[in-house]
């Protein structure tokens, strides 16, 4: 057999959104955030367990991750968080079956379920946004 | 671009085709190459490769067939989105510049030619076919198997598909996971699921719901934009989905075959058929 060469995307193909749609892009947002929270839990696990060590070792490791950089990166577990949660449920809503249309006889112009669908996308998106101005004027005053 | 091209009145513009160049014998590696390309009225992309193969570079490859949309041959990736070549006209890509490369997410063959195998193999896998237990009525059917006009609606659309992989190629899930058996084929095995008159739901489940099977979408919806038969994969891969939630709690319709209907005999046409008008015109023989 003659030699063929490889061309499938990849990390880039998951993480491009491309010339595809809005959903497209909610994909690969819902996959990166979900990695950012397990990243964070990870963390939040392993500094929890600093307290097992005594009050100081907790007090001087509070201290620590309260500076402004970890703040700030709290701010983005919580816009993430959001935006992860809000999206998640669109998607069980989704895998029931609910708000993507029904199968019919396919006639041009083509429409299909992203597009019957695309209302209520919207609409989650703006939940996940006004929860995420919430935790930024939170994140605002505790910064101060 | 030749001389009698560039006079030709019906020539509207020129456009510039970028084209992937991969040859399997020799150790280069792929690169672009550009043609200049006149364009008339109505002339498609699959039209600017063959002026290309007839009078700039007759070494140039694709696969190509029916050049209507039908026989799902000529899928390229064209100006950035998995499309026919022969289905999309030059002039409604808004663009001086054609950028076409073969479909990504399968090895190339050569130049624009995918290599399809993978595809066809996972399409097999599911089984893309009617099952049933009356397997010696399938071997001398003795009548039809009856189907109601609204059980056909709940898949005709997915029967639409023509293979021709561009679903495979948009999905990002493919793009990472060699595994995954992909839109193209879920969509088949929703598409026998939910016709009426089988009962092979037993046999695909293997694969349309093992961990490589629909759990992996996340509705990106790249698959149903790029399909050019309004096939609509997410959808099917979402049916899958509900209808294993639905039956896990045993809501699930209790699927029984489409039965055998009995079969036609003493038919004689014309029964209530109006006789044809008279003839007013009169044969030249008459």
């Not at chain 1, 112009?109 to 006004?130: D, E, G, K, N, Q």
């Amino acid at each position: 057999m003659q030699q063929r060469l490889k061309n499938r995307l990849g990390i880039m193909g998951w993480l491009g959104g491309g010339r595809y749609g809005m959903d497209r892009y909610a994909y690969a947002l819902h996959r990166i955030t979900g990695l950012g929270i397990l990243a964070y839990f990870i963390m939040h696990i392993i500094v929890t367990g600093q307290r097992t060590g005594g009050v100081e070792r907790w007090e001087s490791t509070m201290a620590f991750f309260g500076s402004t950089p970890f703040k700030i990166g709290e701010f983005l577990v919580v816009l993430a968080f959001a935006f992860h949660a809000v999206n998640g449920l669109r998607l069980i809503f989704v895998e029931l079956g609910w708000w993507i249309g029904k199968p019919g006889t396919p006639s041009f112009p083509y429409t299909y379920s992203t597009l019957r669908h695309r209302p209520l996308f919207i609409v989650f998106m703006v939940v996940a946004a006004v929860l995420m101005i919430i935790g930024g004027v939170d994140f605002y005053f505790v910064l101060k | 671009m030749n001389k009698s091209a560039t006079q030709d009145p019906s020539i509207i513009k020129t456009v510039q085709f970028e084209v992937l160049r991969y040859n399997p014998e020799g150790n280069e590696a792929p690169r672009l190459q550009n043609y200049s390309v006149p364009v008339i009225r109505g002339m498609t992309v699959l039209d600017g490769l063959n002026w290309i193969k007839e009078h700039l570079d007759s070494s140039l490859s694709w696969r190509s067939s029916c050049r209507m949309g039908i026989c799902g041959s000529c899928g390229m990736f064209i100006n950035g989105l998995p499309r026919l070549a022969c289905n999309n006209q030059i002039v409604h890509l808004h663009s001086d510049r054609v950028t076409v490369k073969p479909l990504p997410n399968y090895d190339i063959i050569r130049d624009l030619v995918p290599d399809l195998e993978g595809l066809f193999e996972k399409h097999r896998s599911v089984k893309p076919y009617l099952i049933r237990k009356d397997t010696e009525e399938q071997e001398k059917p003795t009548g039809e198997f009856f189907q109601s006009q609204q059980e056909l609606l709940n898949y005709i659309q997915f029967a639409y598909c023509i293979k021709c992989g561009l679903c495979m190629s948009a999905c990002p899930t493919v793009a990472t996971s060699e595994n995954y058996a992909g839109p193209q084929p879920l969509t088949a095995g929703w598409r026998y699921c939910a016709d009426s008159r089988d009962e092979g739901l037993q046999e695909r489940q293997e694969v349309l719901y093992s961990s490589y099977g629909v759990y992996r979408c996340h509705f990106a919806g790249a698959c149903s934009q790029v399909c050019p038969k309004g096939v609509d994969p997410a959808l099917a891969i979402q049916l899958l989905k509900k209808d294993a939630f639905l039956r896990s709690f045993g809501f699930g319709k209790k699927k029984k075959a489409g039965p055998v209907l009995p079969p036609v005999r003493d038919w004689t046409p014309g029964g209530k058929i109006p006789e044809a008008p008279a003839k007013t015109v009169p044969r030249k023989t008459e």
